[in-house]
């Protein structure tokens, strides 16, 4: 992440074709689909905001109430 500039989330999927984006993060499969990583990319800045690491059954509970509103 640190030696690339990354224009928007369509360039991010060039690179990590498992990245998901859920408004506003960016989620990405680590540790082998084990683990997920949310984060706010504010690409304009070049900067990344870790938001949650969560293993893979933590997401799915986590993406579920956020979609609801309440994550």
Do not use: Q
């Not at 990245?19 to 989620?27: G, I």
């Not at 304009?44 to 986590?62: G, N």
Request: charged share 30%; hydrophobic share 35%.
């Amino acid at each position: 992440m640190e030696h690339t500039e990354f224009r928007d989330f369509n360039h991010v999927r060039e690179f990590f074709n498992s990245a998901d984006y859920v408004p506003p993060y960016t989620v990405f499969d680590v540790g082998g689909n084990n683990y997920r990583l949310a984060v706010i990319v504010r690409y304009r800045f070049k900067k990344i905001f870790v938001h949650k690491v969560m293993t893979h059954r933590e997401y799915d509970v986590w993406n579920k109430l956020y979609r609801k509103g309440k994550g």
